[in-house]
């Protein structure tokens, strides 16, 4: 299947392609293959060498550029798939920032000995991307009931999201949702504002977390593997919605038969899947890796360990 679809769009664009648009084609999808074939190694690797449910938070954070670069190649070899293409690379990113966030506290030793640990401290929670800005917002102290509400505010954008998603495209397919049309009066707006400000609160809860617990997780190289998190992010979203803004106003020369949105388009599809093809790589070497023991420092103690099962050595 995947043969006679390369073979199809191989005809496709056989009268628009010169010998450097070949090679560029070629390229990226050899780029993204081996991004997705890099990725289904690491799956078995973590899946035998790490316990449930670690592992299964490590193969999902891991999918995150994989499944990008695999999306991208899709929409460069057929355009106008493009709006299942980058909805789909959305909806999976939605859920990746939930479990980057259940990963932080798994690396603890889990909920009941982030609570044991943490319960009754207070958390800084003037941090990106809502309170910034807000220094003078006071700490607030951990609980149960405030672990709950960080849990909630990132899976409500993987499941609203998701459902958004799937709204769009119904409407898509009926002629209602045009993602050209960024009028006041259109839904596209709409829709794209709330999406976006569910993504602006799913992110504040791992942000939280992480500035609070980063100290404790060093030993596990916790900064440059939410680094890469961080940069697929901006990239992935970011990235293409400046692009397709740009595209949107004719910035972008278009090249018949492709017009300057679908020019725009495009081009974003071969940067993302270079950046992928580099964040799976990097990750691939941040995630294989043997790590010590961990141990955090308070300033009210000399040393504390972490949980027994926290503290033994493990492959990641």
């Known amino acids: 299947m995947l043969f006679l679809c390369v073979s199809y769009c191989f005809v496709f664009f056989k009268s628009e392609l010169d010998t450097f648009g070949y090679c560029l084609y070629f390229m990226l999808t050899l780029m993204s293959?081996?991004?997705?074939?890099?990725?289904?190694?690491?799956?078995?690797?973590?899946?035998?060498?790490?316990?449930?449910?670690?592992?299964t938070l490590v193969i999902w954070v891991n999918g995150a550029a994989p499944v990008i670069s695999t999306m991208s190649c899709l929409a460069m070899w057929i355009p106008k798939a493009f709006m299942i293409t980058d909805m789909t690379s959305n909806s999976y990113f939605a859920v990746v920032i939930y479990k980057i966030l259940l990963l932080l506290i798994e690396e603890l030793g889990g909920?009941?000995?982030?609570?044991?640990?943490?319960?009754?401290?207070?958390?800084?929670?003037s941090t990106g991307p809502c309170c910034c800005c807000c220094p003078c917002l006071p700490d607030v102290p951990m609980s149960r009931r405030m672990l709950f509400?960080?849990?909630?505010?990132?899976?409500?954008?993987?499941?609203?999201?998701?459902?958004?998603t799937v709204l769009s495209i119904?409407?898509?397919?009926?002629?209602?949702?045009?993602?050209?049309?960024?009028?006041?009066?259109?839904i596209t707006l709409w829709i794209s504002l709330f999406v976006g400000v569910l993504?602006?609160?799913?992110?504040?809860?791992?942000?939280?977390v992480?500035?609070?617990?980063?100290?404790?997780?060093?030993p596990l190289k916790i900064i440059p593997k939410y680094a890469?998190?961080?940069?697929?992010?901006?990239?992935?979203?970011?990235?293409?919605?400046?692009?397709?803004?740009?595209?949107?106003?004719?910035?972008?020369?278009?090249?018949?038969?492709?017009?300057?949105?679908a020019r725009g388009t495009m081009l974003n599809q071969q940067i993302l899947i270079m950046e992928?093809?580099?964040?799976?790589?990097?990750?691939?070497?941040?995630?294989?890796?043997?790590?010590?023991?961990?141990?955090?420092?308070?300033?009210?103690?000399?040393?504390?360990?972490?949980?027994?099962?926290?503290?033994?050595?493990?492959?990641?």
Not at 210 to 218: D, S
Request: with cysteine; hydrophobic share 45%.
């Open 33 to 55: 293959c081996v991004s997705l074939l890099v990725y289904l190694e690491q799956c078995a690797y973590i899946y035998k060498k790490l316990p449930y449910p670690k592992k």
């Open 276 to 316: 992928m093809f580099i964040i799976t790589l990097v990750n691939r070497f941040l995630y294989r890796r043997t790590y010590e023991a961990v141990e955090t420092h308070d300033s009210e103690e000399n040393t504390t360990a972490l949980p027994k099962a926290t503290l033994m050595e493990h492959d990641v």
């Open 228 to 261: 890469m998190y961080q940069l697929t992010l901006v990239l992935s979203q970011l990235q293409t919605s400046i692009v397709n803004i740009v595209a949107l106003y004719g910035d972008i020369a278009c090249a018949p038969p492709l017009s300057s949105q």
């Open 111 to 125: 909920s009941n000995a982030f609570l044991e640990k943490f319960s009754g401290k207070p958390f800084r929670i």
């Open 170 to 186: 119904v409407l898509w397919t009926n002629g209602n949702y045009d993602p050209t049309n960024i009028g006041i009066y259109g």
């Open 199 to 208: 993504t602006i609160i799913s992110l504040w809860p791992v942000a939280i």
């Open 149 to 164: 509400l960080l849990k909630l505010g990132s899976l409500q954008c993987a499941i609203l999201k998701t459902v958004f």
């Open 210 to 218: 992480f500035m609070n617990m980063n100290r404790y997780l060093r």
